[in-house]
C-alpha cells in the first residue's frame, strides 16, 4: 500500500470529508479525526489519515 504523505488544508479536508469546519473540529476534539500537523503558523491534515477516517466510517457502516 502506498501512503499519500500531502497535506491538506482546513477546508480541503472538510472538502474531502462533505462537513462544515465546525464539524471537522468537532470531530478531532472527539477522535474521530486524527489531530492535525502543525508546521509553523499552518495546520494541515495528512491526505492518508483523512482517507482512512473515511474507510473506517465505509467498514462501520455495514457493523450497525
Do not use: Y
Not at 13 to 40: E, M
Amino acid at each position: 500500500m502506498s501512503l499519500d504523505h500531502s497535506l491538506l488544508r482546513e477546508r480541503d479536508a472538510c472538502s474531502l470529508l462533505s462537513i462544515s469546519r465546525a464539524t471537522l473540529w468537532r470531530r478531532v476534539k472527539d477522535g474521530t479525526i486524527p489531530q492535525p500537523v502543525k508546521i509553523g503558523g499552518a495546520t494541515r491534515f495528512p491526505r492518508s489519515e483523512i482517507l482512512h477516517v473515511i474507510e473506517v466510517a465505509m467498514a462501520q457502516r455495514g457493523n450497525t
